[in-house]
């Protein structure tokens, strides 16, 4: 932060360059508009692409690619955004990527055909990535008083969570009453006034962060591969040629990634990174809960309008109960990470989301929608009970240094974790026929996931564990 000194009278006008200064509430306020934007966006168009489908045409392949090519982008590019927002100061990008996220959602808006609107998804999600550590940047910024800063970074990890869970509502409401482009065009405004107030932050400190440009360029592909060739092979097979092709494209990828990093001076993925038990526990957990929650949250927003034939609002008020307990989750994990430590929340999470999803195996086109919606609940907590003590088990074996790195991978595992789950649950229920049988098998498949990942959390730190170094 800037001093404030006493200067004498001048008669010139003030120099252009200085920003008036904002309150750190304001400042704490944008980053959580930008941070909402970015949550909501990945989960509330799941609800709405039944009315893309019908609009712009197009295939359960084709309405797979408008989720991941958002969550892929958003995922890869991670890796070296926490960087790039070093290097070229938090205000800068953090206002630089909501001006390019504002503007392709507005081309999302306007997308004339599935291809334009899959195009304007990479944008926005790209913008996204640059988006989500800047903005935390920025709190930290604006609150020099740890008790301040600590408070203020819960409330963003808080609206994040919230923003995410919210989504199938919002996105059904907005779908219902205004269509489904004003889900995008809702970014409009929040993106200008968010903008408005970046005017008045002060200039954030640069200081030298390497990139890693080979590395960030194999991951893009290896990731954006992978999920083509899964997503290609649930809807033509996995025998044909463009999936064998893409599939093969991934492992080459995957191995020069790895080569990259291993040669790399400063990699943005430290190899010795996964040489912690902690940090490659976090990793895993936090892939199997996104892939869990995510999964679920596209399957069943096709079956309660595909299969069901409920609105794109009433599918969305199928997820209230689950999204009600989000914030109050939160808050619970917090506080039950500091009497036990990480472990004993991130292990009930894994219990109870699984057991969530064991009950939605019973769920078919006859099963009453209260206990539907009921049994979505676990879910929600898991989304919210998880994250905060999964972010502090991988910073507690990280140096501090390290941390800003340590978080970008472990959001980036998660994303990848959303994305990969979309395009299997997708490919398992692309045929309408089989669409229920199939939407049973992606639910076991989260369910076995969190239970695999369940033993992994018991040998997370538990109290007493000695916090980020």
């Known amino acids: 932060m800037h001093t404030t000194v006493q200067e004498p009278i001048r008669t010139e006008a003030p120099p252009a360059t200085a920003p008036r200064r904002v309150s750190p509430t304001l400042v704490l306020g944008a980053a959580l508009l930008g941070f909402f934007v970015i949550g909501l966006d990945a989960s509330a168009v799941n609800v709405a ?58 081309l999302c808006g306007l997308a004339p055909a599935l291809g334009a609107l899959i195009g304007a998804r990479v944008l926005q999600g790209s913008a996204a990535a640059v988006m989500l550590p800047s903005s935390l940047a920025l709190v930290r910024q604006a609150f020099p008083s740890a008790v301040e800063r600590a408070r203020a970074i819960a409330l963003w990890t808080v609206g994040g969570a919230v923003s995410t869970a919210a989504g199938p509502v919002v996105g059904g409401a907005l779908t219902s009453s205004l269509g489904w482009r004003s889900i995008f065009f ?25 990139l890693d440009p080979l590395g960030q360029l194999t991951a893009v ?15 033509s097979g996995f025998g044909t040629p463009t999936a064998v092709v893409s599939l093969l494209v991934a492992v080459v990828a995957m191995i020069a990634f790895v080569v990259a990093e291993a040669r790399a001076g400063e990699p943005m993925v430290p190899l010795g990174l996964f040489r912690s038990r902690t940090a490659t526990l976090s990793l895993a957990i936090g892939f199997a809960v996104n892939a869990a929650f995510y999964g679920t949250v596209f399957v069943l927003g096709l079956f309660f309008q595909e299969v069901l034939g409920l609105s794109a609002v009433a599918a969305g008020l199928m997820f209230l109960p689950m999204t009600a307990l989000v ?20 292990a009930v999470d894994q219990l109870v989301c699984a057991l969530g999803l064991f009950g939605l195996l019973t769920v078919d086109a ?33 140096p501090a240094d390290r941390a800003g790195m340590a978080g970008g991978v472990l959001n980036a595992g998660r994303q990848t974790g959303g994305a990969l789950a979309v395009a299997v649950f997708g490919a398992l229920v692309a045929h309408r026929e089989r669409f229920v ?5 992606s639910l076991l498949i989260a369910a076995l996931l969190l239970l695999a990942t369940t033993a992994g959390a018991l040998a997370l730190p538990g109290r007493g564990a000695s916090g980020v170094r």
Do not use: C, K
């Not at 690619?65 to 955004?81: G, K, N, R």
């Not at 001006?99 to 507005?106: G, K, M, P, W």
């Not at 592909?221 to 809807?235: D, K, N, R, S, Y």
């Open 49 to 106: 692409l039944p009315a893309i489908g019908r609009t712009l045409g197009g295939t359960t392949a084709g309405l797979q690619w408008i989720v991941d090519a958002y969550t892929l982008m958003f995922a890869a590019l991670l890796l070296s955004a926490g960087a790039l927002s070093d290097r070229l100061g938090a205000n800068r990008v953090f206002g630089a990527g909501l001006a390019v996220f504002t503007a392709a959602s507005v």
């Open 186 to 210: 809702l970014n409009l405004p929040v993106g200008l006034l968010t903008l408005a107030v970046l005017l008045g932050v002060p200039r954030s400190p640069r200081r030298a962060a390497a």
């Open 221 to 235: 592909i290896a990731l954006g591969a992978l999920t083509f060739g899964v997503i290609e092979g649930g809807a």
């Open 327 to 346: 914030a109050g989750a939160n808050v619970g994990s917090a506080r039950a990470a500091a009497r036990f430590g990480p472990r004993v929340p991130i």
């Open 366 to 398: 006859h099963t009453d929608r209260p206990l539907t919606a009921l049994l979505l609940v676990p879910v929600g907590i898991g989304l919210g009970f998880a994250v905060p003590s999964l972010t502090a088990a991988m910073l507690s074996d990280i």
């Open 437 to 441: 049988s199939g939407m049973h098998v």
